[in-house]
Nanobody
Framework: VQLQASGGGLVQAGGSLRLSCAAS????????MGWFRQAPGKEREFVAA????????YYLNSVKGRFTISRDNAKDTAYLQMNSLKPEDTAVYYC????????????????WGQGTLVTVSS
């Protein structure tokens, strides 16, 4: 499966962005989907994950209540709605697909998009 992330940009603290991850290739609904992020000089970290059907979600503690992951299997697209953004959310955000039903573990994601930059100014 090929993944294309989009929706990043520059936003002020407290603002919102919605990231999209469009998939093509194999059946989208067969993959658990996740979002990861990598800030300059830091390791890539898990942000959010959603199961095949969308019924199960997991979040990094620091984004709980602010970010929402979702998916539309009819459109082969996953989303990450980000509200109340903070400067520490600044990073390149990557979407990824896993053959697991749902996963929070980076090594279980086989397919990765190219990343989209989110910059939050204070």
């Amino acid at each position: 499966v090929q993944l294309q992330a989009s929706g990043g940009g520059l936003v002020q603290a407290g603002g919102s962005l919605r990231l999209s991850c469009a998939a093509s290739g194999r059946t989208f609904s067969s993959y658990g989907m996740g979002w990861f992020r990598q800030a300059p000089g830091k390791e890539r970290e898990f942000v959010a994950a959603i199961s095949w059907s969308g019924g199960t979600t997991y979040y990094l503690n620091s984004v709980k209540g602010r970010f929402t992951i979702s998916r539309d299997n009819a459109k082969d697209t996953a989303y990450l709605q980000m509200n109340s953004l903070k400067p520490e959310d600044t990073a390149v955000y990557y979407c990824a697909a896993s053959l697991q039903v749902v996963s929070t573990t980076r090594d279980e994601y086989k397919y990765w998009g190219q990343g989209t930059l989110v910059t939050v100014s204070s």
